[in-house]
């Protein structure tokens, strides 16, 4: 029984667990976030929602006997492939290597090394395919929808190969072909600085960086020097524009975020009222170093932080697109290791009438952003006060009201 591995206080019994199983498994173990509140369920771990599906099935079984070999070598466009000649080498070698299925994503080293989560490191709602990582993650599809690409892709089938395929033929120049393959080596190097440099990443600079790459190489006579401004086939992000906006009078405003260094976790949350006035704000450590689990984090203390004060209706803004769709509902299913973090996140928010959650871009998102480092960085779990607040956002938070 997992229950006789806690204490009674319903944390990890940490003695215990090290004297029974070697330090590897133990260390997996106390990751593992509990919460005593929450019934025991059954859960298929080869699917990261944790319900058993036919296809999961299928593809663990696919796993073992090797795995099928997917690109047709003799229909994909190859001679228009290598013809390219407005890209990188580095990107169109990249591209080439993607197309062999030859990208080292989680999925394909879970097979080999056990142990390794398969789940995708952007989202955690997924296992870490190719396709997903590229087309059908929200991280992704919210860059290939906000570039000029503009790209939505409802087909959850639709393949890397056959999309590319599609590029090469339209006939445009390769435009598609080009921002896309530029678009898509931004987000593998935004996929290794989080899984290896455990750093955040953020959707603007995916999209910046790919678009460098893609008008250094397109364009003749471009110079990043003096060509700061995108023109002709780029747009400007959006969301770039946008930045924090005051709630409604009667409506309090809790920004949050979380910053992860040295395998630990920060969470801040910094609560505002209508005219931008600080309330009160407030910052946890914990050892949580799965991005998504440090995120989810965040909500239960921003809430926790709410239920100290009198205001009945708040908005928690986030930069977690995941988190925001599952709290929407826009996600049917959730990764099973943040099921037990949403139902103490639904217990604490019963008794409100009305909880709203808004994405919002990093750029907007200052203060949280701010003081969620300074505490990974300092170690520094503290409450602060509206005649107090913290020194180190004090600048952003006058920056947001002018
Ligand atoms: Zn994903």
Partial sequence: MVKELTTTSGNWNEELIYLLFDQFTSVKILKIYINIYSKNKMIWTFTTHGDFTTKSFQTHLNSIAGGPYNLNDTTFPWKI??????????????????????IEVAHKVGRFVEGVPIECHFCNVADETADHLFLHCPFAQAILFASPLGLRLD???????????????????????????????????????????????YIDAVLQQGHYWFNLYYKENYDPMIQSHPQEHTTTPA???????????????INIDAAIKNWRSSNAAV??????????????????????????N????????????????????????????????ELTRFPWRIISILNELRTATSRFPQ????????????????????????????????????????????????
Wanted: with cysteine.
């Fill in 271 to 296: 609560t505002r009222d209508h005219q931008g006035v600080l309330i009160g704000a407030e910052t946890s450590i914990s050892n949580y170093c799965i991005p998504l689990i440090a995120e989810a």
């Fill in 355 to 402: 909880v709203e959650y808004n994405f919002m871009s990093r750029r907007a998102n200052d203060t949280g952003h701010i003081l969620a480092k300074f505490v990974v960085k300092h170690n520094v779990h503290e409450l602060w006060t509206s005649s107090q607040p913290p020194s180190c956002i004090s600048s952003a938070l006058l920056a947001d009201v002018v």
């Fill in 81 to 102: 492939f290598w013809a390219v000649k407005k890209l990188a080498l580095k990107v169109h070698n990249f591209m080439w290597i993607l197309l062999h299925n030859g």
């Fill in 155 to 201: 087909n959850n089938e639709v393949t890397i190969e056959t999309l590319v395929a599609n590029w090469l033929l339209l006939k445009d120049d390769d435009y598609h072909f080009c921002l896309g393959s530029n678009l898509f080596w931004a987000i593998s190097k935004a996929r290794n600085t989080l899984v290896f440099e455990r750093k955040q990443v």
């Fill in 298 to 329: 965040g909500f239960v203390l921003a809430v926790k932080l709410v239920n100290r004060m009198v205001f009945e209706k708040f908005v928690i803004e986030s930069n977690s697109l995941t988190m925001i769709q599952i709290l929407k509902g």
């Fill in 239 to 253: 969301h770039e524009m946008i930045r924090w906006s005051p709630p409604t009078e009667g409506t309090i405003k």
